[in-house]
């Protein structure tokens, strides 16, 4: 199936997202016809049809991919995790081409595009996108921008629609990765992004139970790269997965809703805390960075002796969970030692004692 037919299946662009969330990706209606797509469990297909073999196309993918393209306006294409979908998007840049990237990109991303340079693929040009003075110097020559807005863990805000105009003016390919913000708070493509790339893994499914990636593309020609990447390296999603991430997705109007509000509450409570120094929440999502007073050992004692919060990295799901961000390696030096990262869960808010 050609990008140009999947973007036949997405519903009406005036319904609102919630409503796209429960209505899009869902069989024809018809007498007997399930409400919900199957689970298509096939390595191969009877010859003679367009898809052929299961690396190429799976009916219960194609769901979840109508799903979220219906949602970020765009032809989606599933991977098999949200890495998967990073390195299928950097694959659109030309061999010896550049990547402007912040430094404070997920790290995993970050690793990847570092990894490339070091073999001579690609060059790397790292620039605070916060700063857009800084971002329009950094993108002239440039073929591939990767932008996230919050960004991981400072969460810091990227004007969009600035970087998308600077970045169209330089003829430079504007990605985002839009895992923490959702397709429910902020939609790249309307603001002239080319591609948005989520971590499924995290709100989009929302319950901690896969990994999964997806790439959605403004231009169907991007698409069928983006897709022709996934058959070849083989980066195909598993189809249960694909499956629950579709289940997950119904809910995430209603998640993000009210894990942003508990979010922005502990905000403020956390604000007049007296072991806290600093809190970083920009009021868009539910992901909270907290610096503590006191030192690393007394940071650690506080992810370990949580009772409901749950001690675990990720991110996105119905559970609030916390970690302390530099005891990763890869983290960035400019993270403070004694930030914590919080995703806010969906739990109830009890009252202040
Ligand atoms: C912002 C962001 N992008 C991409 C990824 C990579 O996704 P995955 O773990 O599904 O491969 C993550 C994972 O933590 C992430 O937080």
Redesign the pocket.
Known sequence: MTSHERTGARPGTHHAPATVAVAAGRPPRQPDGPLNPPIVMASTYHAGGEVGYGRYGNPTWEMLESAVGSLEGGVATSFA???AA?AATVDLVPVGGTVVAAPDS?Y??LALVRRLEERGRLRVRQVDLTDADAAAEALPGADLCWA?SPT?PLLRLVDLDRLAARSRAAGVLLAV?N??ATPILQRPLESGADVVVH?A??YLSGHSDL?L?VAVARDPGIADRLVEVRSGQGSVPGTFEAWLALRGLRTLHLRVERAQANAAELALRLRSHPGVSQVHFPGLGAMLSIELHGDVAAADAVTAGTRLWVHAT??GGVESSLERRRKWPGESTDVPETLLRLSVGVEGVAPVD
């Open positions: 995790s949200g890495l990073v997920y995993g991303s996230e991981n990765d895992t923490f971590s893994t995290k990994l990636g990720s991110l």
